[in-house]
């Protein structure tokens, strides 16, 4: 994309003041526009040392009310950052619905600085690829508007920038030996920064190349992208909020597979025998949970099920083997009101874990495809695109080095009423129970239904779902018990 | 406190299990009981190195439900958390209202094995003391129950401990240099635990110092001693909430002292003036905020004052000459529910920002004083208690290095009206107002004498009220900006 470009566009100075100032208007208006109308936008910076990031960062703010907008400064990882997935501290600085985000450099880090240093491998790329394009096309289809800007300049005029800013005590600090590296091979890292936008300029998140020889050019054009790109997701948000909601179809219940229907729940286990497994699969799994830390191997496990299904029970056993040190349990309530303002994911990368240790997650992001589908919290639309975006997710845990575990604790009808009855009837249990079960239970079917299509279409190999029976507790804690232990074991020994 | 301490103290294995079983049952029924009264509770263990804090806190967490607690390991600071006040990774850990966080060792790392390793000076000792005093007194009041626990062995059975975990290549790791080196130097290390001990055993935050040669013995005086407290705070929390919440009265109008009537409001300058001396400042500003990054001096700037009295305008003028990479807007709107569900400073600590960078908060703590005093949102010992509250809070930023300024924008009630109708006239500027400002407005002499009487208790030499004359806008924003510019220099000035 970058040698069709002219970089020598330029404009009078009486030209650019108007022009400016007329965009400048136009653009802290269409500020106030996306602040009530609840459209976050994320505008991004990228393009080669000295193109003139800071100064165009400052241009575009100018006209900007500062209490609307962050601007993010993207330097190597920290600590923190390094022992979680790359991906992390880009999620949890997503900005709320109404705000702008600016990032001076990226996430595109990964695939240009940090692979022309060598700090990412040849074989990560591709990955990284799909996990920036997959990353970007969630928080748009989620109604972020995003827009990337690529400043781009030629290796002479980089070096005599960097020249000017040596010269001076003031500003050579600015200048780092990487920079004058990247000069030095100029060619070599262009054509990283070529592959670069070729696979990641996609419909839902274009680059804008902006020619950034002349500041005064590169100026107008940002604001002009910026403000055009805007108006665009205004009218698009205005058509749709005109349009009806689509009414969720029926047709797709030919996918029923009852896959919950052929669980085997007669299986169980006596309580002698329970307390025996389970005395000898914790000891092995406070054995691991070091060696987890000491190899420095992230585990989540997520727990769904039917209410009353025993997810509390098989947590707790887990959790009395692990180091409380290691590991952190996430309960799952309704979101709040800064979580309902973000993408639904985003609240679970928060609770995505350092490297070495276990997070725990009772209830997981599988709601939005199971409560939220039926109770009509997301648009059919948005729970269908659910299931992709939650492959995307895992897929992303995983090529950071996590173990990803998924337990379905399923019991029947009638199961369930038993210990609901029982929970109602004991004065200890009463607070487990909620007229949100009763509601629930009442939705059976359509549970079942969802969670059939969830477990057919998010059960992949590199995150598997396990179904375990569960009507009764003994064997269902085993189960969990069990499969956390080998899952570990097997990939311990693969490392090793 | 350590020289009256017998260690020899040991219990039976069936007197133990016994009573640990009864204990146990009684904390996980208390867990519950705190987390439907939205109780939150701290508890830190602090100790000997190998005293066995590990394990006891295992033994501690056992019988509590794993989705209502979380325990934090405190180790050396991250580069993240070195450069902001020492409170700021506690408090932004400290608990929601209903569940219990668990210390691994804790905010006394300060004046412990930092001061051991010379990373604390002496000279900071005394206000370490004070403002760990004053953080746990904070909480105290706001409903927290603080249990901490001091863990006792002597230096023969430490010795003891880690040349077994030395022994074995699987515990080894665990022993490090400084711990050898505490144990060799073990009486110097006890005296400032001793000292710690007594100059932090408050009434609020009592300290349990526990024998812990024998474990069994150590888990049950931790048992015990956690659910007896948390007994007591369930029993007071109901006493309280039986007792009709006492009347605001009105006996402290007599301090009295219109501040705000004795402002000059007609102080003004001209466009021309304005222009020339915004240029200059801005530039100044600019050169300042270089200099403040490179010496790692943290700014925080709080903006108050009358509904359209010009906050927005002066902090604009401000960020313009700013680099958006070095501060943060963070406006102040009603607390979210999960902020609600904190102290009410724990989302001003999010906030405070690294050394080297500006955080301006727009509308700020101080509405603890006002809007929360006059709405009824805090009771009047809450609101009364915050005075001392905030300029604790202050003095912490300052003790960290930080520069600290609170802006009061002072306007009439004349130049309010006529600058609500001119935002009601005019449609770009009609967002600006609302129904709450107008109910605001109604409430003018409530709220100046609680303005008032904020400007007397809480203007501090280390964090000074600066009042702003504003019924004329640009005098308004040009003495912001120079009183900034002013106080930035001085402190440059100071330090070099």
């Given amino acids: 994309m970058l040698e069709k470009i002219d970089l020598n566009k330029k404009l009078s100075k009486e030209e650019s003041k ?38 165009l960062i400052n241009r575009l703010i100018y006209p900007l009310d500062p209490r609307g907008f962050d601007v993010y400064a993207i330097n190597g990882e920290s600590e923190d950052e390094r022992l979680r997935p790359f991906l992390w501290r880009f999620w949890t600085k997503t900005p709320q619905k109404g705000r702008i985000a600016i990032f001076d450099r990226s996430w595109y880090r990964r ?45 002479k005029e980089q070096k005599k920038r960097f020249e000017r800013l040596l010269e001076n005590k003031e500003t050579a600090w600015r200048v780092s030996k990487g920079d004058l590296k990247r000069n030095k091979h100029f ?51 205005k058509a749709r909020s005109d349009q009806p909601k689509s009414a969720s179809s029926i047709q797709d219940r030919v996918m029923k597979s009852s896959i919950l229907s052929n669980v085997d729940l ?33 585990v989540i496990l997520g727990f769904e099920g039917w209410d009353a299904g025993g997810k509390g ?37 928060q609770g995505v874990p350092k490297a070495g240790h276990i997070a725990i997650f009772d209830r997981t992001w599988y709601g939005r495809v199971m409560v939220e589908r039926i109770e009509g919290f997301a648009a059919e639309e948005e729970w269908k695109r659910a299931y992709k975006e939650i492959n995307d997710f895992e897929s992303c845990l995983v090529h950071s080095g996590a173990i990803v575990l998924k337990f379905w604790l399923q019991i029947d009808k009638d199961e369930q009423k038993r210990r609901f009855d029982e929970r109602t009837n004991t004065p200890e249990k009463r607070w487990k129970i909620t007229d949100e079960d009763w509601r629930n239970r009442a ?32 064997y269902a804690r085993i189960k969990v018990l069990e499969t956390v232990v080998k899952a570990i074991e097997a990939r311990l020994k693969e490392d090793s």
């Fill in 266 to 298: 007669s299986l169980s286990l006596d309580k002698e025998e329970y307390k025996a497994r389970k005395k000898e699969l914790q000891n092995r799994l406070s054995i691991l949970h070091s060696e987890l830390y000491r190899r420095r191997i992230p």
């Fill in 111 to 155: 695939v240009l600085v940090d692979r022309f240093d060598g700090v990412t491998k040849t074989s990560q790329l591709p990955d990284a690829f799909n996990e920036i394009n997959a990353f970007e096309r969630q928080l748009s289809d989620d109604g972020n508007v995003m827009i990337k800007f690529f400043l781009d300049i030629t290796k």
């Fill in 313 to 349: 029970g098989a947590i707790k056993r887990l959790t009395e083997a692990l180091d409380p040190r290691g590991y952190q349990v996430h309960p799952t309530a309704s979101p709040n009101d800064i979580e309902k303002s973000h993408h639904y994911l985003w609240r679970f990368w």
């Fill in 187 to 237: 060619d070599e890292y262009k054509a990283m920064n070529e592959e670069m936008l070729q696979k990641t300029d996609t419909e839902f998140a274009p680059w804008t190349i902006v020619e950034a020889m002349d500041r005064e050019y590169a100026a107008i054009k940002i604001l002009k992208v910026v403000t055009g790109r805007l108006e665009e997701s205004i009218a698009a948000q």
């Fill in 443 to 474: 939705k059976w079917d359509l549970y079942e239904e969802a969670v059939d299509e969830m477990l057919i279409r998010t059960s992949t190999t590199y995150a598997p779902w396990i179904i375990v029976e569960g009507n009764n507790k003994y």
């Fill in 18 to 55: 108007q022009i400016m100032e007329e965009l400048e208007g136009k653009l802290a208006y269409l500020q106030r526009v996306c602040k009530e109308r609840k459209i976050p936008v994320i505008i991004i910076f990228e393009g080669f040392g000295a193109s003139g990031k800071g100064t």
